[in-house]
Protein backbone atom coordinates (compact mmCIF):
# COMPACT_ATOMS: atom_id res chain seq x y z
CA UNK A 1 0.00 0.00 0.00
CA UNK A 2 1.06 3.49 -0.89
CA UNK A 3 0.16 6.56 1.47
CA UNK A 4 0.15 10.08 -0.59
CA UNK A 5 1.06 12.76 1.49
CA UNK A 6 0.85 16.69 0.43
CA UNK A 7 1.51 19.45 2.51
CA UNK A 8 -1.56 22.12 2.89
CA UNK A 9 -0.40 24.84 0.02
CA UNK A 10 -1.49 22.06 -2.53
CA UNK A 11 -5.20 23.42 -2.21
CA UNK A 12 -7.22 20.44 -2.58
CA UNK A 13 -10.75 20.93 -1.55
CA UNK A 14 -12.02 18.41 1.58
CA UNK A 15 -13.69 16.42 -0.97
CA UNK A 16 -10.69 15.40 -3.69
CA UNK A 17 -8.74 14.59 -0.29
CA UNK A 18 -11.34 12.53 0.43
CA UNK A 19 -11.77 10.83 -2.52
CA UNK A 20 -8.01 10.19 -3.74
CA UNK A 21 -7.33 9.57 -0.02
CA UNK A 22 -4.51 12.38 0.42
CA UNK A 23 -3.07 13.29 3.87
CA UNK A 24 -2.51 16.60 4.21
CA UNK A 25 0.34 18.17 6.56
CA UNK A 26 -0.91 22.03 7.65
CA UNK A 27 1.35 24.46 7.21
CA UNK A 28 1.33 27.33 9.79
CA UNK A 29 0.13 31.15 9.68
CA UNK A 30 0.70 33.93 12.32
CA UNK A 31 -1.14 36.84 12.84
CA UNK A 32 0.33 38.50 15.36
CA UNK A 33 1.25 36.76 18.31
CA UNK A 34 -0.89 33.62 17.08
CA UNK A 35 -0.34 30.82 15.47
CA UNK A 36 -2.52 28.71 13.28
CA UNK A 37 -2.88 25.89 11.42
CA UNK A 38 -3.55 25.92 7.43
CA UNK A 39 -7.29 24.67 6.58
CA UNK A 40 -7.83 23.55 10.49
CA UNK A 41 -7.63 26.72 13.03
CA UNK A 42 -7.59 29.72 10.23
CA UNK A 43 -9.71 30.56 7.16
CA UNK A 44 -8.89 32.52 4.65
CA UNK A 45 -11.94 35.11 5.51
CA UNK A 46 -10.51 35.85 9.40
CA UNK A 47 -6.90 36.25 8.05
CA UNK A 48 -7.96 39.19 5.58
CA UNK A 49 -9.98 40.73 8.25
CA UNK A 50 -7.25 40.10 10.57
CA UNK A 51 -5.18 42.26 7.93
CA UNK A 52 -7.57 44.97 7.06
CA UNK A 53 -7.53 45.63 10.93
CA UNK A 54 -4.26 45.34 11.39
CA UNK A 55 -3.09 47.07 8.66
CA UNK A 56 -0.85 44.15 8.42
CA UNK A 57 -0.15 40.85 6.07
CA UNK A 58 -0.28 37.67 7.73
CA UNK A 59 3.06 35.56 7.95
CA UNK A 60 3.67 32.06 7.38
CA UNK A 61 5.29 28.98 8.41
CA UNK A 62 7.08 25.75 7.35
CA UNK A 63 5.94 22.32 9.17
CA UNK A 64 8.14 21.44 12.25
CA UNK A 65 10.06 18.67 11.71
CA UNK A 66 8.08 16.95 15.16
CA UNK A 67 4.79 17.30 13.29
CA UNK A 68 6.30 15.52 9.83
CA UNK A 69 7.74 12.72 11.85
CA UNK A 70 4.12 12.34 13.83
CA UNK A 71 2.92 11.97 10.03
CA UNK A 72 5.30 9.75 9.20
CA UNK A 73 5.03 7.67 12.05
CA UNK A 74 1.70 7.52 11.66
CA UNK A 75 1.65 6.10 8.14
CA UNK A 76 4.22 3.92 8.21
CA UNK A 77 2.35 1.86 10.12
CA UNK A 78 -0.17 1.47 7.79
CA UNK A 79 1.62 1.62 4.95
CA UNK A 80 4.62 -0.05 2.54
CA UNK A 81 5.93 3.15 1.26
CA UNK A 82 5.50 7.21 1.45
CA UNK A 83 4.91 9.62 -1.47
CA UNK A 84 5.44 13.22 -0.14
CA UNK A 85 4.65 16.25 -2.09
CA UNK A 86 5.77 19.93 -0.89
CA UNK A 87 5.60 23.81 -1.99
CA UNK A 88 8.14 24.85 -4.66
CA UNK A 89 11.75 24.61 -2.20
CA UNK A 90 12.45 27.84 -3.32
CA UNK A 91 9.36 29.33 -1.40
CA UNK A 92 9.43 27.39 1.45
CA UNK A 93 11.83 25.44 3.69
CA UNK A 94 8.91 22.72 3.74
CA UNK A 95 10.69 20.17 1.37
CA UNK A 96 14.09 20.44 3.30
CA UNK A 97 12.21 19.71 6.33
CA UNK A 98 10.47 17.16 4.99
CA UNK A 99 13.40 15.18 2.97
CA UNK A 100 15.55 16.05 6.47
CA UNK A 101 13.20 14.01 8.92
CA UNK A 102 12.90 11.45 6.37
CA UNK A 103 16.41 10.70 6.49
CA UNK A 104 16.84 10.72 10.01
CA UNK A 105 14.50 7.91 10.21
CA UNK A 106 14.68 4.21 9.99
CA UNK A 107 12.61 3.17 7.22
CA UNK A 108 14.07 6.44 5.51
CA UNK A 109 14.05 3.92 1.96
CA UNK A 110 10.41 3.80 2.47
CA UNK A 111 9.58 7.48 1.98
CA UNK A 112 9.89 9.47 -1.47
CA UNK A 113 10.04 13.17 -1.03
CA UNK A 114 8.81 15.16 -4.45
CA UNK A 115 9.65 18.91 -4.36
CA UNK A 116 6.91 19.98 -6.54
CA UNK A 117 8.49 22.92 -7.62
CA UNK A 118 5.13 24.87 -7.67
CA UNK A 119 2.30 25.92 -5.42
CA UNK A 120 -1.54 25.38 -5.23
CA UNK A 121 -3.33 23.26 -7.14
CA UNK A 122 0.24 23.47 -9.31
CA UNK A 123 1.41 20.87 -6.75
CA UNK A 124 -2.49 19.38 -6.52
CA UNK A 125 -2.31 18.72 -10.31
CA UNK A 126 0.84 16.58 -9.12
CA UNK A 127 -0.88 14.73 -6.28
CA UNK A 128 -3.88 13.82 -8.12
CA UNK A 129 -1.59 12.28 -11.07
CA UNK A 130 0.30 10.15 -8.23
CA UNK A 131 -3.36 8.92 -6.61
CA UNK A 132 -4.28 7.91 -9.91
CA UNK A 133 -1.24 5.88 -10.94
CA UNK A 134 -0.83 4.75 -7.18
CA UNK A 135 -4.77 3.27 -7.58
CA UNK A 136 -2.99 1.24 -10.85
CA UNK A 137 -0.96 -0.22 -8.59
CA UNK A 138 2.31 1.18 -9.60
CA UNK A 139 4.63 1.62 -6.85
CA UNK A 140 6.69 4.84 -5.38
CA UNK A 141 9.42 4.81 -7.05
CA UNK A 142 7.35 4.33 -10.51
CA UNK A 143 5.44 7.69 -9.57
CA UNK A 144 8.41 9.71 -8.06
CA UNK A 145 9.80 9.05 -11.55
CA UNK A 146 6.46 10.04 -13.26
CA UNK A 147 5.87 12.93 -11.35
CA UNK A 148 9.74 14.15 -12.06
CA UNK A 149 8.95 14.52 -15.97
CA UNK A 150 5.00 15.67 -15.25
CA UNK A 151 6.82 19.24 -13.09
CA UNK A 152 8.27 20.64 -16.15
CA UNK A 153 5.23 20.50 -18.10
CA UNK A 154 2.80 22.12 -14.85
CA UNK A 155 0.99 25.66 -16.17
CA UNK A 156 0.52 27.66 -12.98
CA UNK A 157 -0.24 31.45 -13.04
CA UNK A 158 -3.01 33.35 -11.63
CA UNK A 159 -4.10 36.78 -12.25
CA UNK A 160 -4.14 39.03 -8.95
CA UNK A 161 -6.72 41.53 -7.47
CA UNK A 162 -4.41 43.93 -5.24
CA UNK A 163 -0.39 43.98 -5.14
CA UNK A 164 -0.58 44.62 -1.59
CA UNK A 165 0.05 40.86 -0.47
CA UNK A 166 2.07 39.67 -2.51
CA UNK A 167 4.49 42.87 -2.20
CA UNK A 168 4.69 42.72 1.65
CA UNK A 169 5.37 39.00 1.49
CA UNK A 170 8.25 39.48 -0.78
CA UNK A 171 8.02 35.90 -2.27
CA UNK A 172 7.54 37.56 -6.03
CA UNK A 173 10.53 38.62 -7.78
CA UNK A 174 10.39 41.89 -10.29
CA UNK A 175 7.23 43.03 -8.54
CA UNK A 176 8.51 45.99 -6.56
CA UNK A 177 8.65 48.55 -9.03
CA UNK A 178 4.77 47.71 -10.07
CA UNK A 179 3.47 48.90 -6.48
CA UNK A 180 2.99 52.98 -6.22
CA UNK A 181 1.91 52.99 -9.41
CA UNK A 182 -0.02 49.95 -10.49
CA UNK A 183 -3.38 50.77 -8.02
CA UNK A 184 -5.63 49.76 -11.44
CA UNK A 185 -3.15 47.22 -12.91
CA UNK A 186 -3.59 43.57 -12.06
CA UNK A 187 -0.88 41.46 -12.95
CA UNK A 188 -0.68 38.08 -14.19
CA UNK A 189 1.79 36.38 -11.93
CA UNK A 190 3.27 32.63 -13.54
CA UNK A 191 5.34 29.92 -11.58
CA UNK A 192 8.49 29.40 -13.46
CA UNK A 193 11.44 26.77 -12.63
CA UNK A 194 9.54 27.15 -8.92
CA UNK A 195 9.58 30.84 -8.41
CA UNK A 196 6.94 33.49 -8.91
CA UNK A 197 7.41 36.46 -11.73
CA UNK A 198 5.08 38.92 -12.69
CA UNK A 199 4.04 38.88 -16.60
CA UNK A 200 1.22 40.40 -18.66
CA UNK A 201 -1.00 43.50 -16.85
CA UNK A 202 -4.13 43.80 -17.52
CA UNK A 203 -6.77 46.83 -16.74
CA UNK A 204 -10.56 46.69 -16.40
CA UNK A 205 -13.27 45.17 -13.85
CA UNK A 206 -12.65 41.79 -12.34
CA UNK A 207 -14.32 40.33 -15.09
CA UNK A 208 -12.76 41.57 -17.81
CA UNK A 209 -9.00 41.43 -16.97
CA UNK A 210 -10.02 37.64 -15.50
CA UNK A 211 -11.76 36.59 -18.79
CA UNK A 212 -8.47 38.41 -20.47
CA UNK A 213 -6.02 36.24 -18.33
CA UNK A 214 -8.09 33.29 -19.45
CA UNK A 215 -8.09 34.11 -22.99
CA UNK A 216 -4.42 34.96 -23.61
CA UNK A 217 -3.98 31.09 -21.91
CA UNK A 218 -6.60 29.58 -24.97
CA UNK A 219 -3.86 27.84 -27.53
CA UNK A 220 -1.81 26.25 -24.26
CA UNK A 221 -5.18 25.54 -22.96
CA UNK A 222 -6.32 23.29 -26.60
CA UNK A 223 -2.58 21.59 -26.18
CA UNK A 224 -3.46 20.60 -22.42
CA UNK A 225 -4.05 17.27 -21.24
CA UNK A 226 -7.36 16.15 -20.95
CA UNK A 227 -7.89 14.39 -17.59
CA UNK A 228 -8.37 17.74 -15.81
CA UNK A 229 -8.18 21.50 -15.27
CA UNK A 230 -8.13 23.57 -12.39
CA UNK A 231 -9.77 27.06 -11.22
CA UNK A 232 -8.26 28.38 -8.09
CA UNK A 233 -8.95 31.47 -6.59
CA UNK A 234 -9.00 33.01 -2.82
CA UNK A 235 -12.61 34.31 -3.18
CA UNK A 236 -13.59 35.72 -5.74
CA UNK A 237 -17.81 36.07 -6.84
CA UNK A 238 -19.61 33.00 -8.24
CA UNK A 239 -20.50 34.58 -10.91
CA UNK A 240 -16.61 35.01 -12.14
CA UNK A 241 -16.53 31.31 -11.19
CA UNK A 242 -19.20 30.25 -13.84
CA UNK A 243 -17.94 32.34 -16.54
CA UNK A 244 -14.18 31.26 -16.28
CA UNK A 245 -16.10 27.32 -15.56
CA UNK A 246 -17.98 27.83 -18.79
CA UNK A 247 -15.85 29.62 -20.85
CA UNK A 248 -13.29 26.12 -20.37
CA UNK A 249 -16.66 23.84 -20.83
CA UNK A 250 -16.86 26.12 -24.21
CA UNK A 251 -13.63 24.78 -25.26
CA UNK A 252 -14.46 21.37 -25.30
CA UNK A 253 -11.04 20.05 -24.29
CA UNK A 254 -11.25 18.55 -20.62
CA UNK A 255 -12.75 15.50 -18.88
CA UNK A 256 -12.99 17.55 -15.65
CA UNK A 257 -13.29 21.31 -14.50
CA UNK A 258 -12.21 21.45 -10.58
CA UNK A 259 -13.34 25.17 -8.77
CA UNK A 260 -11.13 24.96 -5.17
CA UNK A 261 -10.71 27.99 -2.70
CA UNK A 262 -7.32 28.76 -1.65
CA UNK A 263 -6.41 27.60 1.85
CA UNK A 264 -4.77 30.03 4.57
CA UNK A 265 -1.20 29.94 3.63
CA UNK A 266 -1.77 30.86 -0.24
CA UNK A 267 -4.44 33.19 0.36
CA UNK A 268 -2.19 35.01 2.61
CA UNK A 269 0.70 35.49 -0.04
CA UNK A 270 -2.04 36.92 -2.81
CA UNK A 271 -4.98 38.49 -1.07
CA UNK A 272 -8.54 37.97 -2.15
CA UNK A 273 -10.20 38.63 -5.37
CA UNK A 274 -6.77 36.16 -7.01
CA UNK A 275 -7.64 33.39 -9.38
CA UNK A 276 -5.64 31.03 -11.48
CA UNK A 277 -5.99 28.34 -13.91
CA UNK A 278 -3.84 25.56 -13.75
CA UNK A 279 -2.85 22.70 -15.80
CA UNK A 280 -0.83 20.32 -17.48
CA UNK A 281 0.45 20.54 -21.38
CA UNK A 282 0.70 17.04 -22.92
CA UNK A 283 4.23 17.81 -23.25
CA UNK A 284 6.57 21.10 -23.91
Not at 86 to 115: F, L, Q, W
Request: charged share 25%; proline share 3%.
Amino acid sequence: MLSIIADSTCDLSPELVARYDITIIPLHVVLGDRDYLDGISISPDEIYQWSDENKETPKTAALTMGEVEEIYTKELAKADELLVFTISSEMSSSYNICKMVAEGMPDSDRIHIIDSRNLSTGIGLQVLHAAVLAGEGKGAAEIEEEIQAMIPLVRASFVVDTLVYLHRGGRCSGLAMMVGSALKLHPRIAVSQGAMSPGKKYRGSARKYILDYVGDMETDLQKARKDRVFITHSGCDDHILDTVKKYLEDLGRFDEILITRAGSVISSHCGPGTLGVLFVMESE
